[in-house]
């Protein structure tokens, strides 16, 4: 039971904060003020210093996660949902919903708390099917506005995606050709770069091309969708991860600060190539609303066969329409596969969870529960006879 002990000391919860012994192994209560992310306003040193540690045992799936998207980033004034840092401690893994770039002095300032403060890690996130998503400069779809004052909002839309292609080396216009292969791997490298220079702690994926609103098929230059006959959707995707894999992730050897940074993909896990598996920290199942939790480890298996491990598979609750009863959060909390635990749950926009009384209600609540029955779990695997385990 220490360990479940040491992460019930660092989830507060209805107005409670656990603080423990110098070894962490005895629990006393302590009441404080619960005003978001202040509630450890004044903690030692010492604290932050344990809390970093705790947050290093989630390293080689030590112990499950929690994950969620962050939207509305705005660190600024005294209205606190938009800040990072009004969190709870035990949060692990943030994926910027919200533009991750564009670096201000609040943001960075909110930025440092949660990552160098309090041990988490932030990841960049963008719906990525195209070449160029998120860092293709400004100036080459003003350059099409200027020179094309009287098309309208569908051709500028076109014109600007063959100037994106354009600006990465992707002129011939035909997947799976040279330039287009070359294309990819310059913008995976430069996107790399982009984290990198950020500072950020890895990428997450959101690989949705049969459903996400950002254009059809023919425009994702990442999507292969236009062969029926040899119908392989994530085979360009898998270009792009390949290159990323160098960088980020599990084969990752070529950071160049030396710095580990985590590759994660969520979305249509059924259109990613299956040998894109190895590659990824955490695959995302967008479990929105369905209580079905072993089907939902049965897409993942179909989707990467012999490579799923279920430590590596983070279940998610939509918190942009489910926030205020906190939808199927709880029972995926509380869930663990018999062939293995659960890499961990979270939410999409869960810095919805913030209006709840108390603020992050069912983020808490959920935290604790992952916790616990991560602890039983393997508490009743070490408990096994020894031929049946």
Known sequence: MKYLKKILFLIPFAGLLMAACDDWTE????????VGGHNTDGKSEQYYADLRAWKETSKDYGRPVYFGWFSNWSPIGAARKGYLSSLPDSVDYISMWSGPFGMTPEKIADKNDFQKKKGGKLFV????????????????AEKVQADNPDADASEIKR??????????????????????TAAIQKYARALCDSIIANDYDGLDIDWEPSGAGDGDGSLKNLYDWQNPDEYMPGKYLHVLVEELGKYLGPKSTLAADGKYR????????????????P???????????????DGRVEEGQDAFGEYYEPRKHIFTENFESSWDTGGGLLDQAAYNHSSGPKGGVGAFR??????????????????????????DYMS?????????K
């Open 380 to 388: 009743s695997q070490n408990n096994k006879p020894e031929e049946n």
């Open 125 to 140: 996130c963008f719906i990525l099917h195209d070449i160029g998503t998120g860092i293709t400069p400004a100036s080459v």
């Open 262 to 277: 985590y590759l994660l993909v969520d979305g249509e896990l059924w259109n990613v190539d299956k040998e894109s598996g």
């Open 159 to 180: 014109l600007t995606k063959v100037a994106q292609d354009e600006y990465w080396g992707f002129t011939s216009g035909v997947k799976g050709t040279e330039d287009h």
């Open 27 to 34: 629990l006393e209560s302590k009441e404080i003020d619960h």
């Open 279 to 293: 590659y990824f920290d955490y695959y995302i199942t967008q479990a929105y609303g369905n209580h079905d939790l």
């Open 350 to 375: 869960l810095d919805n969870d913030y209006d709840n009384t108390p603020d992050y209600k069912y983020t808490r609540e959920a935290i604790q529960i992952m916790h616990k029955a991560y602890a």
